[in-house]
């Protein structure tokens, strides 16, 4: 199994700018992402996707040669990860290799583990044409839901009551080559998993909020 190890590092997000370079302990979610990495494979088999210079610039000062940057019709708010995967996919085999895998690391999730993370190739390598996603339990404090309509809400009434959702956690996405092109997306309607019930590993940071749980974590956790 050929397996590429793909970051998606936009520049710009909405909710917390300029995200991935964030900083926990003095070191960005990008680095921090970059160094999980490079525990698993060499750095010839890892891609930095970003249309920053400064993500760009952190990539290639630890070792992992991207010469390019990725182009804006691709890095807007409106694009979607696989257009990004794709293309740095066709980079990659057309300079090194074929490869039959992507595994999608996020910078968001500052705290992965390598136990998990074996897991979750282990559970892969099994059975290959289903994609593999890490996910945490989202639990369900209310009995009341509501939905917006017409400037007013409703209660929300679901056809079957679970207690319990799941989501994924942004820590490992693995995909077959051939599904993700046939999918045009990392997910599918079917889907293998493992679930993560560590808080810390769980953390994915999205918001200004998160950020602050994060390094209110890594010093409790030192």
């Keep these: ?52 210079k400064k993500i760009n610039l952190i990539a290639n000062k630890m ?28 980079w990659y085999e057309k300079n090194y290799e074929s490869i039959d895998t992507i595994i999608l ?8 583990s390598i136990k998990t993370f074996k897991t979750a190739l282990s559970k892969f390598k099994k059975n290959p044409k289903l994609p593999l ?7 369900f404090s ?9 400037n007013l809400i409703k209660v929300y009434k679901p056809s079957k009551r679970e207690d319990f959702i799941f989501v994924p956690n942004g820590s490992v996405f693995i995909i077959n080559k051939k599904v993700l092109k046939k999918n045009k997306n990392f997910f599918s309607n079917k889907m293998n998993y493992v679930l993560n019930k560590n808080f ?11 950020l ?11």
Aim: hydrophobic share 35%; aromatic share 8%.
């Design 133 to 139: 996603v890490t996910i945490k339990k989202v639990s």
């Design 63 to 90: 070792g992992i040669k991207i010469p390019w940057l990725r182009p804006k019709n691709l890095s807007k708010d409106t694009s979607s990860s696989y257009g990004a995967a794709i293309h740095a996919i066709n």
């Design 1 to 52: 199994m050929k397996i590429l190890y793909l970051i998606l590092a936009r520049k710009n997000s909405k909710r917390l700018k300029n995200k991935n370079l964030s900083k926990i302990n003095n070191q960005t979610l990008v680095q921090l992402t970059i160094k999980f990495a490079k525990k698993l494979t060499s750095s010839k088999n890892i891609v930095v996707s970003t249309d920053s």
């Design 105 to 112: 690391l996020q910078p968001t999730s500052p705290f992965r």
């Design 212 to 222: 602050n749980v994060a390094k209110k974590i890594y010093f409790l956790s030192r």
């Design 200 to 210: 810390k590993e769980n953390i994915d940071i999205d918001t200004q909020n998160d």
């Design 142 to 150: 209310s009995n009341k839901f509501f939905i917006k309509k017409n």
